[in-house]
């Protein structure tokens, strides 16, 4: 019999998701190879990629406006990348502090740029979300960020933020469980492993237009802009 | 029929592992879990870690002195956390040009230290190894760098290295291909889809006096000190 684990971190995968996995391990898609085996330079890997991006669109209906990427690591590589890509030294960026990860963003961030926590309830151990007429974001903010859902004290932000600057979000706890408007997110994060499929990689999804504000790349490897010029689609 | 990829990038798999992993997709070690389930705080899965280490180091011949990593992304991620994590801006790095992934290399460390190239057979397009006796090793140096086997022009150093400065190297598309002898290596990093297993992995093997010369952390998921720290073993 089949057991449930409902951690987070890595967890239960759909059993019918395992048996294709299962079912095609040693020949793919009639490929005579793994799937693990393909060139990454291929067609057929590139048509992995290209519809798995494309699937990932259709499940989270997200236009056009968006780029979907799937990178290294985890949340934390992630948001150590975010300041790295987007602030320099004297840039502002706006952080909102609803728990743990909240506060590993924040101070992740504070190594690049100068932070404005714009509100946090910290002092009362977490137990609620700060109102937002209370949330005081400064207007030159290069970015506003917040934790959609807290995994440790378990506050969770169901409300669509209104904001007059790009607003980036974790959604890895939460990503693919719910009905969530993308428009007003210029970029969201998810580690693969909470809630949709094995360790080791992240679903980022990016504005646009909000690419465009990139600052110059620090490290080659969290060069979004570039890795998105080099998609396969 | 099974096809055999020998590209670089991912590559062929031997059958018996495949199906090793097929059999054990739905139910792995009697946990009634895909591996890929159990949560990663499990002692199941501290013994996946703990034995595959302890594989590695019997393979490899390596002893007590090193410790095993297994690490997020591939050789770009290590080449670039290198000299994040051992060096400061006055720092003196010296490395040997034989090649594309030493000229990326190179690169990724003049961004934080002042790199000094002992020896290069580029103005001959890499066709040769530069003689031992005329690499020009500054004895300042934190570490000395090379890449064992260079992919795209074909250079590979088969001679141990002997070194005053810590030696770090490149194993990517060589490692467990032939037999090396670990003594006088510090660091050496290897990203596990040339030669080992699927990509978005690279083993990291370490010298644990080398640990020791850490310099203050810069980015917390290239933070091998504390990696080290909370391994399971």
Redesign the interface.
């Known amino acids: 019999?089949?057991?449930w684990?409902f951690?987070a971190?890595?967890?239960?995968?759909p059993?019918e998701v395992?048996?294709d996995?299962?079912n095609e391990?040693?020949?793919w898609n009639l490929?005579?190879?793994?799937v693990?085996?393909?060139?990454?330079?291929s067609n057929l890997f590139a048509e992995v990629a290209t519809s798995s991006m494309r699937d990932i669109k259709a499940l989270l209906n997200i236009g056009d406006d968006h780029e979907v990427l799937f990178l290294?690591?985890?949340a934390?590589?992630q948001f150590?990348s975010v300041p790295l890509n987007f602030t320099k030294k004297s840039s502002i960026v706006s952080y909102l502090n609803t728990g743990l990860w909240s506060k590993k963003a924040i101070k992740?961030a504070s190594?690049y740029a100068s932070v404005n926590v714009v509100a946090s309830s910290e002092e009362s151990n977490f137990t609620f979300v700060p109102n937002t007429q209370e949330w005081r974001v400064d207007p030159d903010s290069i970015y506003f960020h917040y934790v959609m859902n807290e995994t440790i004290q378990g506050l969770a932000i169901r409300d669509p933020i209104s904001s007059e600057i790009p607003v980036i979000c974790d959604m890895s706890s939460c990503i693919l469980s719910e009905e969530v408007n993308f428009n007003n997110l210029d970029l969201v994060y998810a580690g693969a492993q909470k809630n949709i499929?094995?360790?080791?990689?992240t679903l980022v999804i990016i504005k646009k237009d909000f690419l465009e504000k990139l600052m110059k790349i620090?490290?080659?490897?969290l060069a979004i802009k570039k890795i998105v010029r080099q998609a396969p689609c």
């Open positions: 019999m089949r057991k684990n951690c971190g890595p967890a239960a995968i059993e395992l048996r996995a299962q391990l040693l020949e490929s005579g190879s793994s693990m085996e393909v060139s990454h330079r290294q690591g985890g934390t590589l150590t992740a190594k499929g094995p360790a080791g990689l620090f490290l080659i490897f």
